[in-house]
């Protein structure tokens, strides 16, 4: 080998090695899993040789899949990303100034973010406020529509639920912003450690394994399985756990799926929590290959989880608001609202900002074919 090209392989190794350790102990990728946490973590039943693990073994990533995700990436034809506005109704700000309804409305606010009003207490789940779905300000997918108007002027949010550490889920910022305001964070084990580098009192903090629970004014919410993986930073693949959420209220419950692929926890669930009130379900993200749709549930696939769970009505999420998977942006929907009228399953389709009420007739549009 000659002199200049090892120097030069060794130089490039630095740098590779740099970057990597700069990136691990920058904020935006959160903190590490140690001390307490990581003895906690450790004698979960779902960790095993360092990492935790889904029910089911995950299929190997076949080379086939690799090939098929760099060819979709820079060939794919899909339209990814909405053409034109997607409509946002704006949040009355008289609406942030009154008490919580003490039955069950939500808003949906892009993406897997939705707003909850169950039984007198107000809950967000996997809120995410930023311009991008990433730990890097400027740099990933970019959101394709703007948060309803008063969004960040929401009164204190009781309840924050996490459902696993991806950018598209947790997001730095916003956890900030709620934690300033005195929100509770519910968190499946390991993800507080992030939440400790973001400067979250430790009060405010409550980790819970797969069906453990922790109670909340009238609330019960229960940490549930769910079919996934985690990971914010170069080292730290599958260091923390993953989940869906349900929450028991003394009248209403809510189940919300997280991101999952397709198994039989949801009538384990439904078995042993429902029926549902509401199933908050995502139908998007899904991609070629086995690796992917077993974390990824595609839509045919989400309508069957909501069967599972025995939901009387379902909000379909994850979709519409970043790009992240090689399918058009309006395919989710439009293979949802299909399962869910093959199965008569009362899916409703609100605007992003637009309120649904539990209880009441929710007059669904198909408002997605009008953006060309």
Known sequence: MKR???????????????????????????????????????????YHDGKFVNTHPHPPLEAEDVWGYLTEQLFGDQIRVPPSAVPVLAIPPAFMKTRPAPG???????????????????LLI???????????????????????????????????LISHDHADHLDMRTVQHLSSRGSRFFVPLGVGAHLDEWEVPERQITELDWWESAKMGGLTIICTPAQHYSSR??????????????????????????????????????????????????????????????????????????????????????WATFNIAFHDWDEPITRAVKAANAHD????????????????????????????
């Open 4 to 46: 200049g090209l090892k120097w030069a392989i060794i130089v490039v190794s630095f740098v590779i090695i740099g970057s990597a350790l700069f990136l691990e102990n920058w904020p935006p990728f959160g903190g590490s899993v140690s001390g307490e946490r990581l003895k906690r973590v450790q004698a979960s039943p779902r």
């Open 126 to 160: 996997d809120p995410v406020f930023s311009d991008y779905a990433s730990p890097v300000d400027g740099i990933g997918p970019k959101r394709s529509h703007p948060l309803p108007s008063a969004t960040t002027e929401l009164p204190k949010i009781d309840a924050v």
């Open 233 to 318: 930073e170069i080292f730290d693949y599958k260091a923390t756990l993953w989940s869906s959420w349900s929450v028991i209220g003394p009248r209403h419950n809510v189940f919300y799926s997280g991101d999952s692929g397709i198994a039989d926890h949801f009538q384990q669930i439904g078995d042993r929590l429902g029926p549902f009130d509401l199933g908050i379900i995502k139908i998007g993200q899904y991609g070629p290959g086995a690796s992917w749709i077993y974390s990824h549930m595609d839509p045919e696939d989400a309508v069957r989880a909501h069967l599972a769970v025995r939901a009387r009505r379902m909000l379909p999420v994850s």
């Open 104 to 122: 069950l409305r939500v808003i949906w606010l892009g993406h897997s973010t939705v707003y909850i009003e169950l039984d007198g207490l107000r």
């Open 345 to 372: 399953v009362d899916l409703v389709t609100p605007r992003v900002g637009e309120l649904v009420t539990m209880g009441e007739p929710f007059r669904s549009q198909s408002w997605w074919e009008e953006i060309r």
